[in-house]
């Protein structure tokens, strides 16, 4: 969407938008402020607060507790641990960024040339942050209801296919979440090996928790990737230490 365009306008092209997410806004301002990129207040002069960083901010909460109701609801049997996993998955950037892109989100957002030029509307994090800042905005316009039928029209219908995609499981976060929650601080990561030819080099990171004294190692072509395989293997750990211990009580 253009930066120029009267309110008129955008109304008009929304109403597309509207239509592919089965909620129409009473507040239209509500939903342009939605689209509007911090990138976007160069071109109007409006302060901070005009960018849809509010709404997205609103719409993370918002997510969270409706993914973390269906989640408590519909998986009984699981604990606290099993459930995190499956809502970290789900609320992840990628899994949020891809349904943002397959309702074309993108082609709405207000932004500046350079963001634009850079590839703005298609870069993932805008994206996953639309479908904060919509949900946000359906919630402020609509209510809890009318949010909580989004997310599951356009998230949790499609949950079993998300959770099976492992690629948008975030293993370093869930390390991180897990280890301060239990007070052990902040999981260190170093490279302890590489090897390969320049074009397909191969690393061996090493993540520890210095307050556990564990330390697992992973491998991948890249730091980035390593660091997650490191991560996954000492949550895995992690998790077979607590699985040994509540068998020998």
Do not use: C
Request: charged share 30%.
């Amino acid at each position: 969407m253009s930066p120029a365009g009267s309110a008129q306008e955008d109304d008009s092209r929304f109403r597309t938008l509207e239509q592919r997410i089965h909620f129409r806004f009473n507040n239209k301002e509500l939903l342009r402020q939605a689209f509007k990129h911090r990138s976007y207040l160069n071109v109007t002069q409006e302060n901070a607060s005009a960018s849809n960083e509010r709404l997205e901010f609103l719409g993370d909460a918002v997510l969270d507790l409706i993914v973390t109701e269906h989640l408590y609801q519909n998986f009984p049997q699981e604990d606290e641990g099993r459930l995190s996993k499956k809502k970290s998955v789900l609320v992840s950037r990628k899994a949020l960024g891809n349904i943002a892109a397959e309702l074309a989100m993108g082609e709405y957002l207000f932004l500046d040339k350079g963001e634009e030029k850079t590839g703005g509307r298609k870069r993932l994090s805008n994206l996953a942050n639309l479908f904060e800042s919509l949900l946000g905005a359906i919630y402020l316009d609509g209510g809890y209801d009318a949010a909580r039928e989004f997310v599951r029209r356009f998230l949790l219908s499609r949950m079993k296919d998300v959770l099976a995609r492992t690629s948008y499981v975030n293993y370093k976060s869930e390390l991180l979440e897990l280890s301060q929650a239990r007070g052990w601080g902040v999981p260190e990561y170093r490279t302890v090996e590489e090897y390969g030819p320049d074009h397909r080099k191969e690393f061996v990171v090493a993540a520890r928790i210095r307050k556990k004294n564990l330390e697992s190692r992973g491998k991948g072509l890249s730091k980035k990737r390593a660091e997650q395989m490191a991560a996954r293997n000492l949550l895995r750990e992690l998790n077979a230490q607590r699985n040994s211990k509540e068998e020998s009580q």
